[in-house]
């Protein structure tokens, strides 16, 4: 009896960790499920994708690539010439944006929703995001995910990433999906913008210390020698696609 107590609390702590309340839970996984239902409707699929950079102290040509891809996860990029491709979060099941959040939780009253859209909300463990952390104070932080979904074509509109501090949130990266319905029936991605926050020399100074103050410097909106974040982007078209023909 008493083992099978131990497990029931072991259980309830793992949920607990995993979805911030027992409705949290319930919408969650409906909606992860709905974006996987959707996602699986693709067998595999051909496309021609065109990628474009935009980034401070960065010059790339326009780069081509054709991408094939086929359930569940194999992906073959070709491309004749050199360039960036952010493949994270571009050819990767809706699953995986939703793996590694803690505490996940349904916003559906924010006002930047649009109609049919909520946000799944969660604390990601760092190394989930693929960002490459600069010390070990860095990884100590919490960065909030935000997962925007359409509940009508469920498809995911963007995902986010965030440091929160205090009140504030500095922003990590974005990634916003543009999609058209081909054939009737397949929802695709015709366009997805990347965009990379960074910041000048005194974010630079920052990450090579373990400081809690320099945080506190750089979130201080009053500090007058706070300066605005750079925006670094990356546009990837898609285009021709072929889907479930073979």
Known sequence: MKSISKCFILFCL????????DN????CEYIIEQTNINFKKLKNYEVDISVELDIPGIRMPKSEYKVSFKQPNQIDIVSEDFGI???AGLFESPEENFNNLEDKKIIDDD????ENEVIVEGYAIFDSLKFVS?????KMLEPIVEVRVDTLKWVVNSVSANIERR????PLFEITNTYQTFDNQ?????????????KDKKLSNWLNKDSDNYLDQITNQKDSNLEAIVEGS????????IINKK
Do not use: H, T
């Open 14 to 21: 793992i949920c607990a960790d995993e979805y911030a309340s």
């Open 24 to 27: 949290d839970r319930i919408r």
């Open 85 to 87: 491709l952010p493949k």
């Open 111 to 114: 006002d930047s929703l649009k």
């Open 134 to 138: 600069p010390n070990e104070y860095f």
């Open 167 to 170: 009140r504030d949130r500095i």
């Open 186 to 198: 397949y929802v695709m991605p015709v366009k997805s913008i990347a965009k990379y926050y960074v």
């Open 234 to 241: 990356i546009e990837v078209n898609y285009s021709n696609y």
